[in-house]
């Protein structure tokens, strides 16, 4: 069994545009070496999995147009920017998983495993872990290269944090560590 980084959303209109996190600064180095880790293991992808909106889709009657596919603002912030064998899959929904062909990409490539590191963990990384947790996935969330949205409360983002990290590890098992071999 192969296993999957899952960079989520570390793109321009989530790190300094539209809906800007200035909590995402601080886990772009980690994701940057993780990423290095991961393509340097034999057993390993990276994915990218960043919203690419439609004018359509339903995400955006909550929020503001952000990330629109074919724009600046859907791209992956320069300093995290894909490589030539990673996949790239753009999402139009919360999770990784809904209207794309994330599971059979994976599936065709003997993954099993997968770690999440990104944004949003009380979103976006939360959805996709569900939809990880429904299809037999084994999960870790790298809780160090994850993040909230900062200015989506006003509750300290370390409780904000800590709240969603838990969450995940309650309901669907992830482990909250980088698995030894990326670690």
Known sequence: MRSALVVIDMVNDFVDGVLANPAAATIIGPIERLCARARAA????????????????????????????????????????????????PKRSYSAFTLTDLDARLRALDVGRLLLVGQHTDCCVRHTSYDAFCLGYELAVSPGATTVYAPGSPEPLAARQHAALEYLRTYYGALLEVPAELG
């Open 42 to 89: 034999s057993d390993w992808e990276v994915v990218y999995a960043s919203d690419a909106h439609r004018r359509d889709d339903r995400e955006l009657t909550v929020f503001p147009p952000h990330a629109m596919a074919g724009t600046q603002g859907a791209e992956v912030v320069a300093a995290l920017a894909p490589q030539r064998n990673d996949l790239v899959v």
